[in-house]
Every structure is written in structure tokens, then in C-alpha cells.
């Protein structure tokens, strides 16, 4: 998957704010990607809103990786900052996307901040792997179960797999590169809080 992962004006300082924006940005655009992926795998999506349920789980797994990647860059203030930051951008997106592919005038915002409050729950009990810098096992075991409830029926028992051996990997890989790039500052921009 292609991405921007370098500021335009590398003089400038940026915010967590913008951090958290990009952050979000490119979750969204790496959660996309992996929907389409099942799709073409032949794994069974059949409405829009089963499409953004997928998308709920990808980027709930996102925000609470990106939340380990930058625990050792950032004070527990500027984490929590850039984490809540993403998130809330990330909730105003998928309300958005579900009043544009759904249907209009409902709430679709504090459903997704349960689901992420609960997975972000879910995750923080699950192991790190430090050697690789990924999710544990059962990390990515959990993430593929809840892919997983969400989708057809068929060929539902290799989704948990498929997930975990394939998807989350190039994920890892998209996600972390973004990281790198836009939020430890390994790009030329310096970064300001």
C-alpha cells in the first residue's frame, strides 16, 4: 500500500494534534485495504455496514498498537493525548463513512468509541512481542476472532487465521513505517508538541 509518510514543509514544527490526524489517516486508509483484501481472498462481506464493522475492529486494533509503538517516545501526557486525538478523528470518520454508505441522521459515533474502549480493554492484557516489536500471539489472535464475528459464514473458520498470519503483519509494516516517518520524527520535519 502505497502512503505519504513525510511532510510537505519539513521547517515547521508539528503538533500531536497533527500527529494524531495522520496517525488516523492512515489507519483508516490501512483498515480499507484490509477489507478489500478479504474480499478478494473470497472471505464473505455482503453489506456496507458489515464492511465498516470490519473497518470498527481494524483501526480499534490500530489505535491500541500504535499506543504500545509510542510508549517509550512520549511522556504519558503526550501519549494519551496522541491516543485520544486519533481516536476521536478516527470515530468522526467512521460516522461520516456510515452516514454516506448507511443511512443519515444516526449515531454511529459512541457505538464505535464502545467497541474501541472495549477492545482497547480487550488488548491491554495481551503480550508484546519485544523482539519483533509486534502483537503477542493472543494479541492477534483476539484481533482475528473479532474480524472474524463479523463476517459471512463463509469459509468463516480460516478468517482468526488468515488475519493473523497475513493481515496483521502488512499492517505492522504500513503502520509502524507511518509511526516511524510522521510521529518519532525520522523524517526531516521537526517535531513539535
Known amino acids: 500500500m502505497r502512503m505519504r509518510t513525510k511532510w510537505h514543509n519539513k521547517e515547521r514544527q508539528v503538533s500531536v494534534e497533527e500527529k494524531a490526524n495522520t496517525m488516523a489517516f492512515i489507519s483508516w486508509r490501512i483498515a ?103 502483537p503477542g500471539y493472543q494479541y492477534k489472535r483476539d484481533f482475528g476472532d473479532f474480524v472474524t464475528r463479523q463476517m459471512g459464514e463463509k469459509d468463516r473458520k480460516w478468517v482468526t487465521e488468515h488475519v493473523m498470519e497475513i493481515e496483521v503483519p502488512e499492517a505492522m509494516e504500513n503502520l509502524k513505517k507511518a509511526k516511524t516517518e510522521m510521529v518519532d520524527g525520522r523524517s526531516t520535519a521537526r517535531l513539535g508538541t
Do not use: H
Request: proline content about 0%; glycine content about 2%.
Open 32 to 134: 480499507m485495504g484490509m477489507v478489500l483484501n478479504l474480499e478478494n481472498e473470497n472471505f464473505q462481506t455482503d453489506t456496507q455496514k458489515q464492511r465498516m464493522d470490519i473497518i470498527q475492529e481494524v483501526v480499534a486494533f490500530l489505535v491500541s498498537v500504535t499506543d504500545r509503538l509510542v510508549v517509550e517516545q512520549m511522556d504519558e501526557q503526550e501519549r494519551s493525548e496522541l491516543i485520544t486525538k486519533m481516536a476521536l478523528k478516527l470515530a468522526t470518520t467512521y460516522q461520516e463513512n456510515c452516514e454516506d454508505l448507511i443511512v443519515r441522521n444516526t449515531d454511529y459515533k459512541s457505538g464505535f468509541i464502545d467497541v474501541l474502549n472495549n477492545r482497547l480493554n480487550a488488548y491491554a492484557v495481551c503480550g508484546w512481542d519485544d523482539e519483533k516489536d509486534m
